[in-house]
């Protein structure tokens, strides 16, 4: 089992930035790629960012603005929000995989609860 635990969420107005963080437990060794997905108020839940050993990979709603990196020794992964806009409002979730590379949220076994953003125009 793997337990990840999301924070940084707020509500912020658009252009700002915010940092998203999600701190892993439990069998960590089997982690090999880290994702934040999205989920907005009435939508399906959508891919934002994905972060392996070797490669990063964002939608393209997000390309530019969004950077995702992580840190093995503290076993915690980042999203890097900037120049925020209404329509990045939504619960962000973290996820891992075991999967060399994935985008597809099937590849991903353990989630985090979720954490509020919140873009005021």
């Known amino acids: 089992q793997v337990q990840l635990v999301e924070s940084g969420g707020g509500l912020v107005q658009a252009g700002d930035s915010l940092r998203l963080s999600c701190v892993a437990s439990?069998?960590?060794?089997?982690?090999?790629?880290l994702g934040w997905f999205r989920q907005a108020p009435g939508k399906e839940r959508e891919f934002v960012a994905t972060?392996?050993?070797?490669?990063?990979d964002y939608a393209e709603s997000v390309k530019g603005r969004f950077t995702v990196s992580r840190d093995n020794a503290k076993r915690t992964v980042y999203l890097q929000m900037n120049t925020l806009k209404p329509e990045d409002t939504a619960v962000y979730y973290c996820?891992?995989?075991?999967?060399?590379?994935?985008?597809?949220?099937?590849?991903?076994?353990?989630w985090g609860q979720g954490t509020q953003v919140t873009v005021s125009s």
């Open positions: 996820a891992s995989s075991s999967t060399d590379y994935a985008i597809a949220e099937s590849l991903y076994q353990y």
């Open positions: 439990g069998r960590t060794f089997s982690i090999n790629t």
């Open positions: 972060i392996t050993r070797s490669r990063t």
